[in-house]
Structures are given as C-alpha cells and as structure tokens.
C-alpha cells in the first residue's frame, strides 16, 4: 500500500510536533523542574474514550500549552543574571 502525499504530510507534521514536545518537556525537566507536577495534569496528554486518536490538533493544542508555560513562568520568574 503507497503512503499518500497527504498521510507523508501528516506523518511529518505529527513528527514534528512530537519532537517539539520532546524539547520543551526536556527543557522544562531539566531547568524548571519545579514545573513537572504541572506537566502530567495538563489533560490532552490523555486520548478520551469517545476519542482514542491523538489527533495533530491535540499534539498542537499540547504543545501550545507547554510552551505557554514555560513563557508564562520565565515572566513571572526572570532569570537572575550573575
């Protein structure tokens, strides 16, 4: 069975969404790991059951919410030049 050019399309942006959330969670585990407990409560981690498929929307909408986080917190909480 030949991949569309549509489904390389979606396979790719879902890669590229996955690997941007690999950076930020990493990021944010290793320099603000005060912010972890924030990271499993952030409910479109978790397919529902009406909805089983993590659709790009989620892993966007995910990422979205990673990254307004963390520039939330670098806000609220600047880094303290030495």
């Known amino acids: 069975m030949e991949k ?5 399309d979606y396979e790719q942006i879902e890669n590229d969404l996955n690997s941007k959330i690999l950076k930020i969670t ?3 585990k290793d320099h603000h790991p005060e912010l ?10 978790v397919p529902s059951e009406n909805d089983p498929e993590i659709t ?3 892993l966007k909408s995910y990422y979205e919410s990673l ?9 609220d909480y600047p880094k303290i030049e030495e």
């Open 26 to 28: 990493m990021r944010i």
């Open 67 to 75: 990254n307004s986080l963390l520039e939330k917190y670098n806000v």
């Open 36 to 45: 972890s407990k924030y990271l499993e409560e952030m409910p479109v981690t």
């Open 56 to 58: 790009l929307n989620h």
């Open 4 to 8: 569309t050019d549509k489904h390389i």
